[in-house]
């Protein structure tokens, strides 16, 4: 095994856990499972691994501040952290770079960036998104998740990043109708991020130029602020065609719609409909989008 801690956080996971937790418990020392009080299998599979160590701790709506929590109250003794959802797992080539690479990096090498494959119903999506980026692997100390509602990345406080070669997957098993209804209780988190950007509500965005997280990363960061200066509801449709068209989806086939469709024009559509609301209830004052926020999404920021 390597020198090295996973982190998951869990929540009614029992469909996906199994299959994560063979991937990655030969590899790893120690599994963290940060459950937010399950209530199907997800504990009962999990206590299965001699590896596996169970933290529970309420889910305040914040991937960020569980992930952060994890990193100050599990009894972490690797060199190495690698951040995982549930439903994600290294491919096998990617295992072997893991363990070929890792004990040999030098010390100022304190990240790994690892390239993430998209599977919508049961199909890799080559074209639209591949490859996205992402700081996943970072030596213990040297790194925390950024405080953000959406798109949350591992933000590095000291060293150097790499990229290596080879992909994991983000595979959901879950249905259609679950991954639809993930988007819409995602859309009020990415409004408040573009209304942050718009509104400076928590400055959070400012510093955005200065953080160190993957360069892919980074890059569309900075082409969201550009995108949060668009008009509404055509910077929706424009996105979906740059990924359908621009990008290659529309040589996917039918799935290479949907999933275009769904995360590129139908959710971003939606996440502007939420924009103008809070517009339109708050006069465009800082303020009163604050107290709108708390009041009817619970979200304080």
């Given at each position: ?24 418990s ?143 997957c ?44 993957a360069e ?14 668009q ?39 939606l ?10 209830k ?20």
């Amino acid at each position: 095994m390597l020198d090295l801690s996973i982190i998951i956080l869990t929540y009614n996971e029992e469909i996906h856990i199994r299959r994560c937790l063979d991937n990655i418990s030969p590899l790893a020392k120690d599994i963290f499972i940060i459950d937010s009080y399950s209530t199907d299998r997800t504990l009962e599979i999990a206590r299965g691994y001699p590896n596996v160590h169970i933290l529970q701790n309420k889910w305040e709506n914040n991937y960020a501040r569980q992930f952060n929590w994890a990193l100050e109250n599990a009894h972490i003794k690797t060199e190495w952290v690698l951040r995982l959802d549930a439903d994600e797992y290294l491919l096998p080539e990617l295992i072997g770079e893991v363990r070929d690479k890792l004990p040999t990096l030098t010390d100022e090498i304190c990240g790994i960036v690892i390239k993430r494959r998209h599977i919508f119903m049961d199909q890799w999506m080559r074209r639209g998104t591949y490859p996205v980026k992402l700081l996943r692997f970072f030596r213990y100390g040297s790194g925390i998740c950024e405080q953000r509602l959406m798109d949350e990345h591992i933000q590095l406080l000291e060293g150097q990043s790499i990229e290596f070669d080879n992909d994991f997957c983000d595979h959901n098993l879950n249905n259609l109708s679950w991954f639809c209804h993930k988007h819409v209780n995602y859309a009020i988190r990415e409004a408040v991020d573009l209304l942050d950007i718009e509104y400076g509500l928590t400055g959070a965005a400012d510093t955005d130029e200065n953080r160190q997280i993957a360069e892919q990363a980074h890059m569309k960061r900075l082409k969201k602020h550009r995108y949060a200066g668009q008009p509404l509801f055509w910077r929706s449709f424009a996105y979906f065609c740059y990924r359908y068209f621009f990008k290659g989806a529309c040589l996917e086939g039918r799935i290479g719609f949907l999933w275009s469709f769904i995360q590129g024009w139908w959710y971003r559509t939606l996440v502007d409909a939420k924009v103008l609301e809070i517009k339109k209830k708050s006069g465009g004052d800082a303020e009163r989008i604050k107290e709108i926020l708390k009041t009817e999404y619970n979200i304080n920021i």
